[in-house]
């Protein structure tokens, strides 16, 4: 059983890509100290808070390209700064650029679950249509 102090953390992150809470505000929003929060976000999801959020950046990001659009687009619609943050975060979790998985042959001919789909679709609204 997951503590809910940690979900409501997990919570903000994914509903909030361009917003990066600081860790005392996370704390706050949970009523916990820092150090006791950054304990238990670990202990529950296996990953520091800051990993957490951006291996969660890199996965949205990998959904809106996989969807088609450049990794400038994912890039920005993830949360990242630039391509270039989004590719060297991308390589350190994945091990690979994002280039390479996307636009070098051998094309990744990729199949999206529709929650996958559903997932980023409020960060699409206003894109144009692949």
């Known amino acids: 059983e997951y503590d809910p102090r940690a979900l409501t953390v997990a919570k903000r992150i994914r509903a909030g890509l361009h917003d990066s809470p600081t860790l005392a505000e996370l704390a706050e929003d949970v009523n916990l100290s820092e150090s006791r929060l950054e304990k238990l976000f670990k202990e529950q999801a296996g990953l520091p808070i800051t990993q957490y959020r951006l291996r969660y950046r890199v996965f949205i990001s990998t959904i809106i390209m996989a969807l088609g659009y450049s990794v400038t ?8 700064s630039n391509s270039a943050h989004l590719s060297r975060c991308y390589r ?24 996958a789909a559903r997932l980023v679709e409020p960060l699409l609204d206003g894109q144009p249509a692949i």
């Not at 687009?73 to 990242?80: D, P, R, T, V």
């Not at 042959?105 to 199949?111: D, G, H, I, R, T």
């Open 73 to 80: 687009e994912a890039a920005l619609l993830a949360g990242f």
């Open 92 to 115: 350190q979790v994945n091990g690979v650029t994002p280039s390479s998985t996307f636009l070098n042959p051998p094309y990744l001919n990729s199949v999206l679950d529709p929650s």
